[in-house]
């Protein structure tokens, strides 16, 4: 299953299959991205991470992939679990401050079994 | 064991009323942030202390101070509450300020003001 980011903040997927959230950032120096998990009652907690000098990036069942030429990021989680059911959020930072990197709306992934 | 603990977690109050979240780290971070999400989930930093000293000072109204007596902890004091101050707050910490860095989260307190 696929999401369009901002367009579709909800992506429902059948256990087992790969899911991929998609997203369109905002500023063309950003040069870090982030995305985050949220689940239900939590606080976000992050995935996976990858800079403006590579394209992909891989980490355990989960890949970053960035385009910066038409600005969007996104997130392949393989062989998707309930347990990654959760609102997915991307972030970009474009200076030199953690604390400055912005969110994106999220996208709910729920798992069905 | 928790890396960055925040109380209350809930906190149901009145408009007019004044409340304290308070915020403590065991990772032996640097640098301490406060976020606000609101009902929509759209996540935005409201302020950030490294070592007991204000960078970010996001458009706040200054009803809310930020107070951190040392670099484990950061509170968050709101004066005369609003109805749209109701919302999740996250407290959240880094080993540093720098852009790489990556952010803990707490749990979050859910604030609704009535």
């Known amino acids: 299953g696929e999401s369009v980011g ?12 790969n899911s991929i959230i998609n997203c369109a950032y905002s500023n063309s120096a950003s040069d870090y991205f982030i995305w985050y998990k949220q689940e239900s009652g939590k606080g976000p907690q992050f995935i996976i991470d990858i800079r403006s000098n590579m394209d992909k990036r891989q980490g355990q069942r989960v890949t970053v992939l960035l ?12 062989a998707t679990q309930p ?10 930072n474009w200076g030199t401050n953690a604390g400055k990197s912005t969110f994106g709306d999220g996208t709910t992934l729920t798992v069905k079994p | ?25 065991n990772l032996g971070h640097d640098t301490m942030y406060w976020y ?7 996540l935005k930093i409201m302020f950030s202390y490294n070592n007991k000293e204000l960078i970010i000072n996001e458009t706040v109204p200054n009803r ?6 040392d670099k484990a902890h950061l509170n968050l004091h709101i004066n005369s ?15 540093d300020w720098g852009s790489g860095n990556t952010i803990y989260f707490g749990e979050g307190s859910w604030l609704t003001v009535v």
């Open chain 2, 81 to 95: 509450l609003e109805l749209g101050d109701s919302a999740v707050y996250f407290c959240a910490s880094s080993q």
């Open chain 2, 1 to 25: 064991d928790t890396a960055v603990s925040q109380t209350p977690k809930y906190l149901v109050t009145q408009m007019g009323n004044d409340k304290s979240i308070k915020c403590e780290q």
């Open chain 2, 64 to 69: 809310f101070s930020p107070k951190s007596p």
């Open chain 2, 36 to 42: 606000k999400q609101d009902s929509k989930k759209f």
């Open chain 1, 6 to 17: 901002l367009h579709l903040p909800t992506l429902s997927v059948q256990e087992g299959d």
């Open chain 1, 83 to 92: 347990g990654d059911s959760a609102v997915y959020f991307c972030a970009e």
């Open chain 1, 67 to 78: 385009n910066k030429t038409v600005k969007h990021l996104s997130l392949q989680i393989a």
